[in-house]
């Protein structure tokens, strides 16, 4: 246990490090490069006096490390603004004021959190569901039409957008049929039933997407672990094929699809980007499009950092259990 | 570069029957060349696109108010989407531009941008691929670490994110580019990384080196020619991926502005029309799903055709299919 504690510890550092690059990249990115983050902060009707001021408060005339160190202090530790009347206490993380709406970009990641938070959970559960389904009956039935149907089926959900599937779900579901509600998001505490039947669209476009990817790789791995000697050994000992599969090939197979799981967070939130926009959901990736759109730089800068660090997690978090789950992996 | 390919050097006669051999068995695909065909008509048709629209006699920015009800929110007049004579796919909802003209160009833009990323991910993957396999432990383990970064990090995010401090007035399809070339070169790298790794233990490398080669040279006259196989097999899967990723900027309304068409923004709009006029939502979709969808099954061929594992596997399965379930061992590391 020892092993896995350090193993553990290591990977946190370095985890921390990788943060702290990120910081220091998409700080310089944003603030330092082209534009003027004051004018920006100020706004369209802005006079000069306000201009100044703006300066001052964002601390624009320090050296570069200095205001980096700022914006490191006020992750860390928060930040109090004057206000001008009062002071503005903005807690740790603190990313500073939007552009736009001026109110604090923690409290704006607060209210989203939740929406893309049901969106990507939900829609995980789905495609895991999906994605090892079918590739254990590719597996399964390999060789036979089953197969070579499931292989076109996800050759084809990976080949098609996620935008696409979600308006063909729209126009079917919405449309046509009138089975389903336009979804509008209804948060979780006020009503769980509504909340599930307006994300079910949203849930099945991501799902149908990423599933795709889930079903081939438990595929190839359940076929690489049916070929391993102590499935042979087992299956001499005259075990059902049942047991065989059920018990002892599927926990061989596993590992890699969990470690997915929790390293493809990346690239689903580019997908949520793409639903929450398509299907109107009010989540971190419509906040991401609108401050991009309106230039809002302490928006954008938070959803990044936020995003990066969630997937820095998640890889650790992947590591863990893939080193829990297969005891074969040398823990350096 | 240009006296390397005038005199054929001995080493350089292995890939050349490596290709032939990859051509022969890409060949014995049908699905494979059926997505090869499809996508030499898109090029052709993107191409030509002046040319068609000309032969229909249309452009895709001009407005054509008298062919949509404006009483109705300006829902084209006549059966899918006002399609006929005029307008071989009928028009666009509210402006009543030409939709097969708008297609056209549209193909231009997504074929442009894709194939452009791509050639940038590429120079960038291969160069910190090759530095990080021929460098000292240093090197390596930065840009090792670097790549590992790249390819985890959500990339689509981080690109919308960068739209915001991109100079407005630089050409955008250029701008598409360009930052999707440097946001996604990391699994390129990782991928030329390890096959240098591998083909540095190759007794033909140590001879080049060991003849006082500088590191250079080798990289440019062994290892390069030896990685062009691989590399671009893996350029064939990164062109489907580049195509959604611009038609996901272009649909989030960060990629390609208007009046310039391109098949992302045309659905993007769409999803306010698609009760009113579902040709206009159909087309789009089609026409970037059987690019996607021809790119992913030409990729797909020329990686089995490019494996000779794959394809000796092939083989075996068709004579008895009980005996070959070892699959390559790359399988769980996807």
């Known amino acids: 246990m020892n092993g896995l504690a350090g193993y553990f510890l290591r990977r946190a550092l370095g985890a921390l490090a990788v943060v702290l690059v990120l910081s220091l990249v998409v700080y310089a990115t944003f603030y330092i490069a082209p534009g003027d983050p004051a004018r920006l902060a100020c706004g369209p009707r802005c006079n000069p006096e306000q201009l100044r001021q703006v300066r001052e408060q964002l601390s624009l005339g320090d050296p570069f490390y200095l205001q980096y160190w700022h914006f490191l202090q006020g992750l860390v530790a928060g930040h109090d603004y004057s206000t001008g009347t009062g002071v503005l206490h903005c807690t740790a993380p603190c990313f500073g004021q939007s552009y736009q709406s001026n109110q604090l970009v923690t409290d704006l990641l607060a209210e989203r959190l939740p929406v893309t938070a049901s969106l990507a959970l939900g829609a995980m559960v789905l495609w895991l569901l999906l994605g090892i389904g079918t590739g254990l009956l590719s597996a399964l039935r390999r060789g036979g039409a089953t197969e070579r149907v499931l292989t076109w089926l996800t050759l084809a959900g990976t080949a098609t957008p996620v935008f696409i599937t979600g308006l063909g779900l729209l126009m079917l579901f919405c449309v046509y049929l009138e089975w389903l509600p336009f979804p509008t998001y209804v948060p979780l505490a006020d009503d769980p039933e509504q909340w599930a039947w307006n994300l079910a669209l949203p849930w099945a476009a991501l799902a149908l997407l990423e599933s795709a990817k889930y079903a081939r790789l438990t595929r190839s791995s359940m076929l690489e672990t049916l070929a391993e000697d102590h499935i042979r050994t087992f299956r001499a000992y005259g075990l059902t094929e049942r047991a065989v599969v059920g018990r002892h090939a599927l926990r061989g197979a596993l590992p890699p699809v969990i470690a997915l799981t929790a390293v493809d967070l990346g690239s689903m939130f580019g997908n949520a980007v793409l639903t929450e926009t398509l299907f109107g959901l009010p989540g971190l990736g419509q906040l991401l499009v609108h401050a991009t759109q309106t230039i809002d730089i302490p928006v954008v800068v938070a959803v990044v950092m936020v995003t990066g660090t969630a997937v820095v997690l998640a890889n650790i978090v992947a590591d863990v259990l893939y080193a829990v789950a297969d005891r074969r992996v040398a823990l350096r | ?334």
């Open chain 2, 1 to 334: 570069m240009t006296d390397t390919l005038a005199t054929p050097q001995p080493e350089a006669a292995a890939p050349a029957s490596g290709a032939r051999q990859v051509w022969r068995r890409l060949r014995t695909r049908r699905s494979a060349l059926a997505a090869a065909a499809v996508l030499g008509l898109l090029v052709l048709l993107a191409l030509g696109a002046p040319l068609l629209a000309a032969l229909e006699g249309q452009d895709p920015v001009t407005y054509h108010d008298t062919l949509v009800d404006s009483a109705r929110g300006g829902v084209p007049l006549g059966s899918f989407g006002g399609a006929g004579a005029e307008h071989w796919l009928g028009v666009e909802p509210g402006t009543g531009r030409d939709l097969f003209a708008r297609l056209l160009y549209g193909a231009r833009i997504s074929l442009f941008v894709a194939l452009g990323a791509t050639v940038v991910q590429v120079l960038i993957g291969v160069a910190v691929g090759l530095a990080a396999a021929l460098g000292n432990r240093l090197l390596d383990s930065v840009l090792s670490h670097l790549t590992d970064v790249m390819v985890a990090m959500p990339s689509l995010v981080f690109t919308i994110a960068l739209f915001a401090v991109v100079p407005s007035d630089f050409p955008r399809p250029v701008l598409l580019i360009v930052v999707i070339g440097l946001l996604n070169w990391g699994s390129t790298a990782r991928l030329v990384r390890a096959q240098t790794l591998g083909l540095k233990k190759l007794d033909y490398v140590t001879a080049a080196r060991l003849t006082g080669g500088s590191p250079w040279r080798v990289a440019r006259r062994e290892l390069l020619p030896a990685l062009a196989a691989p590399v671009i097999t893996y350029a064939a899967i990164l062109l489907p991926s580049n195509v959604v990723i611009e038609a996901g900027l272009s649909f989030l309304g960060v990629g390609i502005k208007p009046p310039t068409p391109s098949w992302g923004q045309m659905l993007s709009s769409a999803t306010t029309w698609f009760r009113a006029d579902p040709m206009y939502v159909l087309m789009p979709s089609l026409l970037l799903f059987v690019t996607v969808l021809a790119f992913t099954v030409l990729g797909d061929g020329v990686r089995a055709a490019l494996d000779p594992r794959e394809a000796s596997r092939l083989r075996v399965g068709r004579a008895g299919r009980r005996k070959s379930a070892a699959t390559s061992p790359e399988g769980g590391a996807a």
